[in-house]
C-alpha cells in the first residue's frame, strides 16, 4: 500500500521555524511534524510514501534517510516546478503511485495532527464500495470552513458548501483521504483543487463517502494552532500511553520530556509542555503550555508560556516569555528580559524588553 503526503511548499505561517528547516520537519512533540505521519502510514501497512513537494527537497529526503532504514518504509519525492495546488501534486505523482495491485492509497495534508484512524479507514472505505473516502472532523464554528454535507448512516457525500452563512452542518474536510487509483483518471497535471474541484465532482455520481474522525484533530500549520494541537496530543497520550509522559512533585498535567534533557530544582513544570533532547532547565524554572526545542538552555528563574523556544536558543534568568512568542533557532535572550508575544528571527540576541508584539528581524 502507498501513501502521498501533501508538503507544499515554503511554511511562511510558521516562520521563523521554518527559516531553518522544511515546514513537516519542525518539531511537534519532540519528532518531526511529518514523523507522526509516517509512523501511522506504516503501522496499517503502507510500504512507500511519496512526498509532494516543491521546496528543498534534498533537506527533506537528507533528513529521513535514516528513518526510512530504522522503520524500514520506502520514502520518494516528487517535486513540483509549480505549485499545483491540492490535487495536481497527485498526477504529477502517478507512476510512483499505481502498481499492479489496484490498491486504494492515501493522502494526507502534512500540517494535520490528529490519532490517525488509518485501519478503521481501510476498513470503512472497503465497506461502502465507493471510489474515494475523505476523513471529516467536527467543529464548533462551521462558518469559518468549508463544511461537508453528508448523509449520516452511510457517510455519502452530498455536497460541499464553502463557509456557509446558515448552518448546514458541523463536519469539515480533516485532509486525510483514502482514493481508488481510478480518481488519478479524473485530475489533469495542472493546478487544481482537490476539495473544490475533484471531490465535488466525485460527490455528484454518489462515489465520495465521509468518515467521521474518532477524537482530536488539528491543523497545526500556525503558531496558535501548533500550541492548542499540542495540548490535544499530550492528552490524547495521556489516555493512551501515559508511561510516556514525566511525572513528579514538579509536574503539573500532561509534560513531554526527552530522556536526555536535565531539569534543575524547585522548576515547576506544565501544563501542556515539550522538552527537547538535550535541553537544560535549570533550577527554578516555570514553564507551561510551551514548546521548547532541541538543545535549549533556560537560565535559573525564567518564566515561560504559550511559546515556542527554537533550537539550541537560550533564555536568560529572571526572563518572562509569553503570549505567542516565537524564537526561531538560535535566538538569546538576555536576562531579565520581558518578551510579549515577539517572533524572532534566528541567531538574534534579544538585549530589551519586547512590551507589544512585534517581528524582529
Same mark, same amino acid.
Given at each position: 500500500?502507498?501513501?502521498?503526503?501533501?508538503?507544499?511548499?515554503?511554511?511562511?505561517?510558521?516562520?521563523?521555524?521554518?527559516?531553518?528547516?522544511?515546514?513537516?520537519?519542525?518539531?511537534?512533540?519532540?519528532?518531526?511534524?511529518?514523523?507522526?505521519?509516517?509512523?501511522?502510514?506504516?503501522?496499517?501497512?503502507?510500504?512507500?510514501?511519496?512526498?509532494?513537494?516543491?521546496?528543498?527537497?534534498?533537506?527533506?529526503?537528507?533528513?529521513?534517510?535514516?528513518?526510512?532504514?530504522?522503520?524500514?518504509?520506502?520514502?520518494?519525492?516528487?517535486?513540483?516546478?509549480?505549485?499545483?495546488g491540492t490535487a495536481g501534486p497527485l498526477a504529477l505523482a502517478r507512476d510512483k503511485l499505481i502498481d499492479d495491485s489496484g490498491e486504494p492509497f492515501f493522502v494526507l495534508n502534512s500540517d494535520v495532527i490528529s490519532e490517525y484512524p488509518l485501519k478503521q479507514m481501510i476498513e470503512f472505505h472497503r465497506g461502502h464500495g465507493g471510489e474515494?473516502?475523505?476523513?471529516?472532523?467536527?467543529?464548533?464554528?462551521?462558518?469559518?470552513?468549508?463544511?461537508?454535507?453528508?448523509?449520516?448512516?452511510?457517510?455519502?457525500?452530498?455536497?460541499?458548501?464553502?463557509?456557509?452563512?446558515?448552518?448546514? #452542518?458541523?463536519? *469539515?474536510?480533516? !485532509?486525510?483521504? %483514502?482514493?481508488?487509483?481510478? &480518481?488519478?483518471?479524473?485530475?489533469?497535471? $495542472?493546478?487544481?483543487?482537490?476539495?473544490?474541484?475533484?471531490?465535488?465532482?466525485?460527490?455528484?455520481?454518489?462515489?465520495?463517502?465521509?468518515?467521521?474522525?474518532?477524537?482530536?484533530?488539528?491543523?497545526?500549520?500556525?503558531?496558535?494552532?501548533?500550541?492548542?494541537?499540542?495540548?490535544?496530543?499530550?492528552?490524547?497520550?495521556?489516555?493512551n500511553s501515559s508511561s510516556k509522559l514525566a511525572t513528579g512533585s514538579n509536574i503539573i498535567g500532561n509534560v513531554l520530556v526527552h530522556e536526555s534533557a536535565k531539569i534543575g530544582d524547585g522548576c515547576l513544570i506544565g501544563?501542556?509542555?515539550?522538552?527537547?533532547? #538535550?535541553?537544560? *532547565?535549570?533550577? !527554578?524554572?516555570? %514553564?507551561?503550555?510551551?514548546? &521548547?526545542?532541541?538543545?535549549?538552555?533556560? $537560565?535559573?528563574?525564567?518564566?515561560?508560556?504559550?511559546?515556542?523556544?527554537?533550537?539550541?536558543?537560550?533564555?536568560?534568568?529572571?526572563?518572562?516569555?509569553?503570549?505567542?512568542?516565537?524564537?526561531?533557532?538560535?535566538?538569546?535572550?538576555?536576562?531579565?528580559?520581558?518578551?510579549?508575544?515577539?517572533?524572532?528571527?534566528?541567531?538574534?540576541?534579544?538585549?530589551?524588553?519586547?512590551?507589544?508584539?512585534?517581528?524582529?528581524?
Amino acid at each position: 500500500m502507498k501513501a502521498l503526503i501533501l508538503v507544499g511548499g515554503f511554511g511562511t505561517r510558521l516562520r521563523p521555524l521554518t527559516l531553518s528547516v522544511p515546514k513537516p520537519l519542525v518539531d511537534f512533540a519532540n519528532k518531526p511534524m511529518i514523523l507522526h505521519q509516517i509512523e501511522a502510514l506504516k503501522a496499517v501497512g503502507v510500504t512507500e510514501v511519496v512526498l509532494a513537494i516543491n521546496y528543498q527537497p534534498e533537506v527533506m529526503l537528507n533528513f529521513l534517510k535514516e528513518f526510512e532504514k530504522k522503520l524500514e518504509i520506502k520514502i520518494t519525492c516528487s517535486q513540483e516546478t509549480e505549485p499545483l495546488g491540492t490535487a495536481g501534486p497527485l498526477a504529477l505523482a502517478r507512476d510512483k503511485l499505481i502498481d499492479d495491485s489496484g490498491e486504494p492509497f492515501f493522502v494526507l495534508n502534512s500540517d494535520v495532527i490528529s490519532e490517525y484512524p488509518l485501519k478503521q479507514m481501510i476498513e470503512f472505505h472497503r465497506g461502502h464500495g465507493g471510489e474515494a473516502s475523505i476523513m471529516v472532523t467536527k467543529v464548533d464554528e462551521p462558518s469559518k470552513y468549508g463544511v461537508v454535507v453528508m448523509e449520516e448512516t452511510m457517510g455519502k457525500v452530498e455536497k460541499f458548501v464553502e463557509k456557509p452563512k446558515n448552518f448546514v #452542518g458541523n463536519k *469539515i474536510n480533516a !485532509g486525510i483521504y %483514502l482514493l481508488n487509483p481510478s &480518481v488519478l483518471d479524473r485530475i489533469e497535471l $495542472k493546478p487544481t483543487s482537490i476539495e473544490k474541484e475533484v471531490f465535488p465532482e466525485i460527490a455528484v455520481e454518489n462515489k465520495l463517502f465521509a468518515m467521521v474522525l474518532p477524537g482530536f484533530w488539528m491543523d497545526i500549520g500556525q503558531p496558535k494552532d501548533y500550541i492548542t494541537g499540542l495540548r490535544l496530543y499530550l492528552d490524547f497520550l495521556q489516555k493512551n500511553s501515559s508511561s510516556k509522559l514525566a511525572t513528579g512533585s514538579n509536574i503539573i498535567g500532561n509534560v513531554l520530556v526527552h530522556e536526555s534533557a536535565k531539569i534543575g530544582d524547585g522548576c515547576l513544570i506544565g501544563p501542556d509542555v515539550a522538552i527537547g533532547p #538535550g535541553c537544560v *532547565i535549570e533550577p !527554578g524554572v516555570r %514553564l507551561s503550555r510551551c514548546t &521548547v526545542m532541541r538543545g535549549v538552555r533556560i $537560565k535559573k528563574h525564567a518564566c515561560i508560556s504559550s511559546s515556542i523556544i527554537g533550537w539550541h536558543s537560550t533564555i536568560g534568568r529572571w526572563a518572562r516569555v509569553e503570549n505567542m512568542t516565537i524564537l526561531g533557532e538560535d535566538v538569546h535572550v538576555a536576562d531579565e528580559v520581558y518578551s510579549n508575544g515577539a517572533v524572532v528571527l534566528p541567531h538574534k540576541e534579544i538585549k530589551s524588553s519586547i512590551v507589544n508584539p512585534e517581528i524582529v528581524m
